[in-house]
């Protein structure tokens, strides 16, 4: 009766055919848990087809961000809410073959777990595969996160647990401290409060990337989930696993101190901040190393909770002035310097510093830029960044970040490298720079070295002479990495090293636009902007896929009156980066205007949206700074608004 509905319901254009498959096909597995069979029917019985189409029109899948996706439905039923409070979390996940749930977490967890135990083997390697779990305060994060564990050791591995939320980056870290085969965290990042994630981690404490990414995906795609049922009715027992020492909190916070390169300074000139974690695990790390360090921090207490619904913002996206207004208006009151808030997983911070009587939220751009400019100034001041030295030292950056960064490298005498969006590919490239540089000491001076344990100068004159050393590592989307052992962009270590960066400035009296504005002098005035455009659910995907579809078949010659003179696309073989490395394939395009501007066509990894990234900049020493900023805004925004209309008639 059941598949009969399904199937008038496809027949009358209310279904999709993928969304009437993969629900039949969940349906008929013996072991599928009562409460998810009688969710489907509820949904069936009830003809919410778009909720059914969300749920079941794809298979979940690794994306530039791990897997990530919806664990509650905008439609809860009432098995899944079971008889928990409405505003609690529910008794179950959102069942679906494209939401993240219990069966979605276990099929995951077998995947990573096998790849790594084949993996581990085709090296020679004979060990119990080790997993380090973390998770943030989402909705479910803790079960799946236990649920993580209990399927790793169910199928013979070691598995490490955290003893309550931790940050994104303290996972990273500890992979490699803790030599784990893999790690998985549990998060959404800035995602909405419905959404969760699992990212998953290779022994080097980054992100996987192919092959292994690719492998994982097959190893997942093959696994037959009626296999895994049964572990649902396992009793998950805490104690069958490691809990994680404060030794391992002590470890990362050591190695967050190569974050600031001139502690006296921040101690000298003491920045005030107001801090918020945005409900999330912020404070857990970051605050204690400012304070370590000197800076005078005052934390945003309505939201210092840990909060899975973060009530008090629309959405906990600290690059949204909206989710940092809470910390503003305590700016304010106490004369802060600047507002630093974290996303809820604390991988990435955004900024607001002080202007005249208001604060002005800085762009994920600016931010990279200020730090970048400061910690090659200090490298160079302490005489580590020398004329003979300085191709040992480079910037990473994705291709959608500003191209100023490029000009900043190139003003140093230094390389600015870029990758794929994503910061798995810039943690690849740290891993490759120590590996040539543990080479390189070798076959140099017949020595090995241990980096975790070498002073932080010392190891930057090592990496700078035998490899690269990076400067900073940055994305647009307020991810930045300025330490060497982590693999994974780090708000607890950007908190710092910006905070550094305000104690420079405040050391020549100089306020952070002052500062932008010299730097807009010295390598020109540049200006982005993004348009994101939102299309939700199944529909939602295929009219992202028939914009990039026409944007290769019918590509533009001209925008607003201006000539585009190349058009680069990333899904193309063959591709190299500045250190003549293979590019990853990534469904991107670069569009290039005769007027120097760019334009990046990219659907997000992460979230159900297509993004247009423009660049727009001017040439150096303006000799009017403020009619050039308005010349350049004013077409970055002609671009914008053509572009957005532009790809809705595309979608249709």
Partial sequence: MTNQVLNDAEKSGLLL????????ELLTLEKLPQWAKSSIKE??????WTELNDRFYKHLTFGTGGMRGRTIGKT???DEQGNHDPKATPEHAAIGTNTLNEITILKATKALYQYTKEYTLSLGVLEQPRLVVAHDVRHFSAEFSRLTAMAWQKMGGYAMIFDGPRSTPQLSYTVRNRYAHAGVVITASHNPYHDNGFKAYFNDGGQLVPPHANNVVGCFDKINTEDILDWLDEEIDIEKFTTLSSQDDLSYAATLEEAVLSPNLIKDNP???VFSPIHGTGAISAVPSLLDHGVDVKVVKTQNNFDPNFSSVKSPNPENKEALSAAIEEGK???ADAIIGSDPDCDRIGVAVKADNDFVCLTGNQIACLIAEYRLIALKSKQLFKPENKEGFVLLKTFVTTPMLEKIAKGFGVKCVNT????????QKLNNYEEDAILGIREGEGIGIDFESTELFTKIDILSKYSKYAVLAAEESYGYLPVESVRDKDGNASSLAFAETLSYLKSLNIKPLDFLDKLYQKYGYHYEKTEN????????????????NSHRKSPLKEICGVKIIKIKDFSEEGLLDEEDMPISKENFLMVVLENG?????????????????????????????????????TEVDKLGSFLVDDAHQRAN
């Fill in 17 to 24: 055919p993928t969304a009437r498959k993969h629900c039949e």
């Fill in 43 to 48: 949904l069936i019985e009830n003809e919410n």
């Fill in 271 to 273: 920045p005030k901040i």
């Fill in 597 to 633: 501007f760019k334009i990046a066509i990219r659907p997000s990894g992460t979230e159900p949206k297509i993004k247009f990234y423009i660049f727009g900049e001017s040439l150096p020493n303006p000799t009017n700074l403020s009619e050039t900023k308005d010349t350049v805004v």
């Fill in 533 to 548: 455009i939102y299309f939700e659910g199944a529909e939602g995907s295929e009219k992202i896929k028939a914009i990039m």
């Fill in 333 to 335: 009151k106490t004369n």
């Fill in 76 to 78: 809860i039923t009432s």
């Fill in 420 to 427: 794929p969006t994503g910061f798995k590919w810039m943690a």
